[in-house]
């Protein structure tokens, strides 16, 4: 005879039956339906996307940005989907563009930020500071 609490034992076992699972995503919306209905029997979940990232769901809605990148040039990625009237927030930030590579913004956060003259940013070149 079951008691109350078996039922949400076993249901609890249930929504983790695939936690030894990794799914990978690679398709569309469909796709990705199939990956959260995984995900919530316990899978662990990841999704691979196109370089570029053309979603045509987040195209329709308008969440789509394009930014630039020094390396790959125009790199298309999900922007926030909300819009805040009193701190509007880009997914660029400040610089409108996707990931520096390594040790490329130095100068501007040194000298912008830190407010350090060329003279002291080149100093700390040559000391190997950065």
């Not at 990705?32 to 209905?37: A, D, L």
């Not at 789509?64 to 990148?69: D, G, V």
């Not at 805040?84 to 930030?93: I, N, Q, R």
Request: glycine letters at 10%; one cysteine or more.
């Amino acid at each position: 005879m079951a008691t109350e609490a078996q039922p949400a034992a076993d249901k609890s076992d249930f929504n983790h039956c695939l936690g030894s699972l990794r799914v990978v995503e690679i398709g569309n919306e469909l796709g990705e339906y199939c990956g959260k209905v995984l995900a919530g029997l316990g899978a662990d979940f990841v999704r691979i996307e196109k370089p570029g990232n053309d979603d045509p769901q987040l195209r329709h809605l308008g969440w789509l940005t394009e930014l630039r990148q020094t390396e790959i040039g125009i790199w298309r990625t999900g922007g926030l989907p909300v819009h805040l009237s009193e701190t509007p927030a880009h997914v660029g930030g400040r610089l409108n563009r996707a990931s520096p590579n390594y040790a490329e913004d130095n100068d501007y956060v040194v000298g912008r930020i830190l407010k350090r003259s060329p003279e002291q940013i080149r100093e700390m070149e040559v000391t190997e500071t950065f």
